[in-house]
């Protein structure tokens, strides 16, 4: 169905996701731009095969049972970018850090809190991503899309309404496919000098050597979920081969197999966080695919 454009049958999630979990996808195919995307989406339509767009998979957790139809990765073929005095425009699959990594080099700030983020363009713009008080509002100027029907889009950095985790995309249904960032100049060194900071930050804090999603759970109004979690002793609490991280417990972590056992420990956690805080945490994570 999907052979003229180089579909991979039946792909283990497990291998485009930063957890390292989840089942097969149907089928899995890595377009090349716009046309692309409303070709797959028209030949998935005919077929009445259902659809689902992901990025880097960073900000994914996929059941055991893997995704029906057809997986749209906007990865390793969408990542062009380019610069043009203090803008640049990144495709939806270039890396939030080689963003930043282009602009710290070409002497232009205001990425430098993305340096660190494992995820895309794409995702970054579709969640609002942000770390230490930065976030992707603060330096996009407009988002180019498409929908499945194939109509473009283009929309300004009011119009996306961000929010907290949270973009217009998520309503409107379109697929991200390049974001343009106004920058202002800098010294390149002290750029390179905070993206080091923080980075520094990052490997002194967080469980980077495991696989995770990141923060699993959203920031609860007044409160600070890793706080929440640590407070009632959940820190190096495990089910089977998911586990809350010792050096952050805002992170849980995979060290084997099993997507259910990933979501019981959320659950188990929003659960007595729940009883003990009177708080009921989000996940900040996006959740797909049947289980087993």
Do not use: W
């Not at 990765?73 to 005095?85: D, P």
């Not at 640049?88 to 205001?110: D, Y």
């Amino acid at each position: 169905m999907f052979e003229k454009f180089n579909a991979l049958v039946n792909e283990p999630m497990s291998a485009h996701t930063t957890l390292k979990l989840g089942g097969p996808a149907d089928y899995m195919v890595f377009p090349h731009d716009e046309e692309e995307i409303a070709a797959l989406f028209a030949e998935a339509c005919a077929n009445n095969v259902p659809v689902t767009v992901i990025g880097h998979g960073s900000n994914l957790l996929v059941r055991d049972g893997g995704i029906r139809g057809l997986v749209i990765c906007i990865g390793k073929n969408m990542r062009q970018i380019t610069r043009e005095g203090n803008i640049i425009r990144a495709q939806a699959g270039a890396m939030l850090g080689t963003v930043a990594m282009e602009a710290a080099e070409a002497g232009l700030r205001g990425l430098e809190f993305a340096s660190g983020i494992p995820g895309t363009v794409g995702g970054g713009v579709t969640m609002n991503a942000g770390a230490y008080c930065g976030e992707i509002v603060q330096v996009v100027k407009e988002v180019h899309g498409i929908y499945p029907d194939g109509r473009k889009i283009c929309l300004s950095r009011e119009e996306m309404d961000f929010g907290y985790r949270h973009s217009v995309v998520m309503e409107k249904g379109f697929i991200v496919t390049e974001a343009v960032f106004e920058l202002e100049p800098g010294d390149p060194a002290v750029i390179r000098a905070r993206m080091s900071e923080l980075n520094a930050k990052r490997a002194e804090k967080q469980p980077l050597d495991l696989p995770s999603a990141g923060s699993t759970f959203k920031r609860p109004e007044g409160y600070y979920a890793s706080a929440l979690i640590d407070q009632c002793g959940l820190k190096g609490y495990s089910i089977g081969g998911a586990r809350v991280s010792e050096k952050h417990a805002g992170f849980l972590v995979n060290t084997g197999k099993s997507s259910k056992d990933f979501l019981n420990l959320m659950q188990k956690v929003q659960d007595i966080v729940e009883e003990r805080a009177g708080v009921r945490l989000e996940p900040e994570i996006r959740i797909i695919g049947t289980d087993l």
